[in-house]
């Protein structure tokens, strides 16, 4: 899973809560320009920032899911 890939789920996560990306930056203590360029998959997201999407969708689930699944893809092509 790439930063892109990434990017576009959480936008997808931001989008199904009903939240900014203002907010989500507020939350993350960053910028709405750093919250877009995670969303384009042009910057990869810090841990603030994922916490920051896990309090703006008001479950960290869902979040926690995706990582994991970026760790276990990563995982994989280690060992391939």
Known sequence: MDDWEIGRALRALRLGAGVTQEYVA???DTTQ???ARI??????????MLRGYARAVGDPEPVLRL????IAEDRAKKSA
């Open 39 to 48: 969303e384009l998959g042009s910057r990869g997201a810090t841990l603030r």
């Open 33 to 35: 320009a750093q919250i």
């Open 26 to 28: 507020y939350l993350a």
């Open 67 to 70: 990582c994991e699944l970026a």
